[in-house]
């Protein structure tokens, strides 16, 4: 069945003000069955997990049902999904538990297309760092450019599922049977991927996957899906009476109950995009796949469109595919100005390098950046016009 755009949009009370949102890869909009999820476990009788009392017992539940719904998003298992208050504090907890056990001389292979939490993290172990560079013009990452580099001492390589800043999709199995070929752990950061298309984390041979459902339209905080088995292996520092079993020991003190049940329900919502039968997982990937036909249809209005606007440079032609997201900026006007602009024509389009500093000094724009705009699921071709003719007004002003 055809995606519905329309009824989809009904959902997301803050679309009310009116603004075109293309600032979903910095954060989504949220559905109202996210808002009621959370505010109905806020104002539930909570206790910390347990069997004995109801509110003990709606914990466990809280957390044991998120479990599952993140499983099923990413095809992972339950007792492998670690929650944490993002992405970037789960790479810093990674890192750290993974780095006691390297040795000096130990390496690990960054690129220059990532967002800085999954290269940063894995430079200050301490470990040698070696930098895979990406072609500036296409945006892509060749897979030799990352595998060149392996050698016996590489422990890990770090690489981005989908650019925050390009949509580039690196050929993630390819690089990641080499990785394994030379004994090495993949890191994934899933975070950019996610909303957008279906995901499979051991078809696409990740053993850590990070994403954040804050922009897949849930709450703000984070989870990485491992295997149970290859996260046991991991002893990260904790309070001696917390719970060494996996995966609450990586969960430091108490979970967020609510933004849990949030993210549950964000997942239920994305599992009902279009009407679907079998379990959650079928009905995700039902849902996804149809979904990434809509925001492909949506990123080719917006690119050709930007295409045909002299004096607009966009950044990066990926020829895989790609998440819907366009870098560009406007000849002669500073990437703020275009914002600033934008949005005072109820365009919010933001500006800068989006923590993706590396891609953009290896882009050329410094640490300045440029203007991004990402389709969403609740993006129309009424509202990638708003943003063409606000771009086309800024360029004549």
Known sequence: MAYDVEAV????????????????????????????????????????????????????????????????????????????????????????????????????????LDHDANIRPWVQT???????????????????????????????????????????????????????????????????????????????????????????????LGFVAASPALLDTLHPDKLAPSSDAVPERFELGTLPYELLAGTTAAIDFLAGLVPGEGDRRARLLGSMRALEEYEESMLRLLDNGLAELSGVTRY????????????????????????SGLAERGVNAPAGTFYAIECARHLGLGNTGAVRAGIAP???ASDVNRLLEGVAALRNA
């Open 378 to 380: 609740y993006t129309t």
């Open 9 to 112: 949009r009904k959902h997301f009370p803050a679309l009310d003000e009116g603004a075109a949102h293309f600032d979903g890869p910095g954060g989504s909009q949220v559905p109202d069955v996210v808002a009621e999820a959370v505010a109905a476990t806020l104002v539930s009788a909570i206790a910390n997990r347990g069997s004995v009392t109801t509110a003990e017992r709606r914990a466990d539940e809280i957390v044991r049902g998120a479990r599952q719904a993140a499983a099923d998003l990413v095809g992972g298992v339950p007792d492998g999904i670690v929650f944490g208050r993002s992405t970037t504090q789960l790479m810093y907890d990674f890192s750290r538990a993974l780095g006691k056990n390297w040795a000096p001389g130990d390496e690990v292979v960054v690129t220059r």
């Open 316 to 339: 990066g032609s990926p020829t895989r595919r790609r998440t819907p997201t366009v870098l560009f900026s406007v000849d002669g006007v500073a990437p703020t100005d275009v914002y």
């Open 126 to 220: 301490g470990a040698t760092v070696r930098w895979a560079g990406f072609d500036p013009v296409t945006g892509e990452l060749p897979v030799e450019a990352v595998t060149s580099l392996l050698t016996d001492r590489t422990r890990l390589v770090a690489v981005t599922a989908a650019s925050n800043l390009l949509g580039t999709r690196p050929d993630l199995p390819a690089i990641a049977a080499k990785v394994h070929e030379a004994g090495a752990l993949f890191y994934v950061d899933g975070v950019h991927l996610t909303p957008h298309t279906p995901v499979d984390i051991a078809a696409l041979g990740a053993d850590f996957f990070g994403c954040s459902p804050y922009k897949f339209l849930g709450p703000h």
